[in-house]
């Protein structure tokens, strides 16, 4: 499929909200790759979190707490963020509170066409630099950063 009439179909649906917006581009791009996995919009269950960050003073900052909540509600014990929050979340803080905090790094891609190097891409850039097949591929190369 043609990576423009796909963005250009998934854009011009009507969303109410922007939340309905990213759960069918992530359920659609999920398809799109073949990634077997549920998405779901769950975010009405975790308004309680609002709640309970306005309830007391956390000991972590807001952005932690707030995904610690959820860690907890899911009763998850790894959390795995991109490896740009390794600027916003601390591992030891995760970790008193039993959770594994890893980052994820993708491999730096190389634009087959100009021939240099092109860090961090988001999905989209992947998609339209190497199209549906060869994204495919270079979904598997990355690494987990403890």
Known sequence: MNSF???ENLLLQKYQLLTEFNCNSL?????????KTMIVNRSDDYLFVEEELKKQDWPYDTKSQR?????QYEK??????AIGGRQLYSKEVFKEQNIDLLFIQSEKYISDEHDILMPELSIIDVLFNYGVEKT???LNRFTLIK
């Open 5 to 7: 009439l796909f963005f």
């Open 27 to 35: 359920i659609a791009i999920a398809r799109l790759l073949d990634i």
């Open 67 to 71: 995904i610690i909540l959820i860690c």
């Open 76 to 81: 998850a014990h790894t959390y795995v963020n």
């Open 136 to 138: 495919k591929q270079l």
